[in-house]
């Protein structure tokens, strides 16, 4: 019983150890599929996801500069909805940026 207990141990232990297939972006830059134009896919959704990153961080910018202001206008005992939305879009944005940038 307890041969068999440690070889179930053993059997599982080397399943475990076996990497899942890789997932993503292709290794070899021959798998890298082109547009009917030529051009790389993967280059152009970089570029793109480029543009939106730079667009979305000045609004981000834009969000916490009008948040920093109304938080210092206000009362310090009192938050308004208003702030804690835009506490909401900021968090948004944020988590939408590093979702785009842990791509690559």
Not at 25 to 42: A, F, M, W
Not at 53 to 71: D, G, I, P, V
Not at 78 to 98: F, G, H, M, P, Y
């Amino acid at each position: 019983m307890k041969r068999l207990g440690l070889l179930s141990l053993i059997v599982c232990a080397c399943c475990a150890q076996i990497p899942p297939p890789s997932q993503g972006r292709p290794t070899d830059p021959d798998e890298d599929p082109k547009l009917p134009n030529g051009k790389s896919q993967r280059e152009l959704i970089v570029k793109e996801d480029y543009k939106k990153n730079l667009e979305e961080a000045a609004q981000l910018a834009k969000l916490a500069e009008e948040l920093k202001s109304e938080l210092e206008k206000g009362d310090k005992n009192v938050v308004s909805v208003k702030n804690i939305k835009q506490t909401d879009e900021i968090e948004k944005l944020a988590r939408s940026i590093r979702a785009r940038l842990k791509r690559y």
